[in-house]
Nanobody, 129 residues
Framework: EVQLVESGGGLVQAGGSLRLSCAPS????????IGWFRQAPGKEHEGVSC????????LYADSVKGRFTISSDNAKNTVYLQMNSLKPEDTAVYYC??????????????????????WGQGTQVTVSS
């Protein structure tokens, strides 16, 4: 089965940091931009960030700019989301997914959830105040 697998979530106090990882199962990242999304209880999925597999260009939601950093390690075939200065409002299940529309390898579909595929099971991030 082709999908992405997230890891690295947990419980952290406000102001703390976490690093999430996203690794593919059944394919390699080279063909796809990878986006991070999150879903808080009772809310819709929200685009957090995206990274292009072509040129490494990145996009961020305004709510995380300056605090979160997306990166990729091609040798490890893994995409990371470094989250610093975490706030209680960052509490959510975090997912990564592949951008499968538009120009392949670019974040063409970000932040539209419908433009992404190969969703993983998600990883819970809880930030206590």
């Amino acid at each position: 089965e082709v999908q992405l697998v997230e890891s690295g979530g947990g419980l952290v106090q406000a102001g703390g940091s976490l690093r999430l990882s996203c690794a593919p199962s059944g394919f390699i990242f080279d063909d796809y931009a990878i986006g991070w999304f999150r879903q808080a209880p009772g809310k819709e999925h929200e685009g957090v960030s995206c990274i292009s597999s072509i040129d490494g260009s990145t996009l961020y939601a305004d709510s995380v700019k300056g605090r979160f950093t997306i990166s990729s390690d091609n040798a490890k075939n893994t995409v990371y989301l470094q989250m610093n200065s975490l706030k209680p409002e960052d509490t959510a299940v975090y997912y990564c997914a592949a951008d499968v529309t538009g120009i392949m390898g670019y974040c063409s579909g970000y932040p539209q959830v419908s433009e992404y595929a190969y969703w993983g099971q998600g990883t819970q991030v809880t930030v206590s105040s």
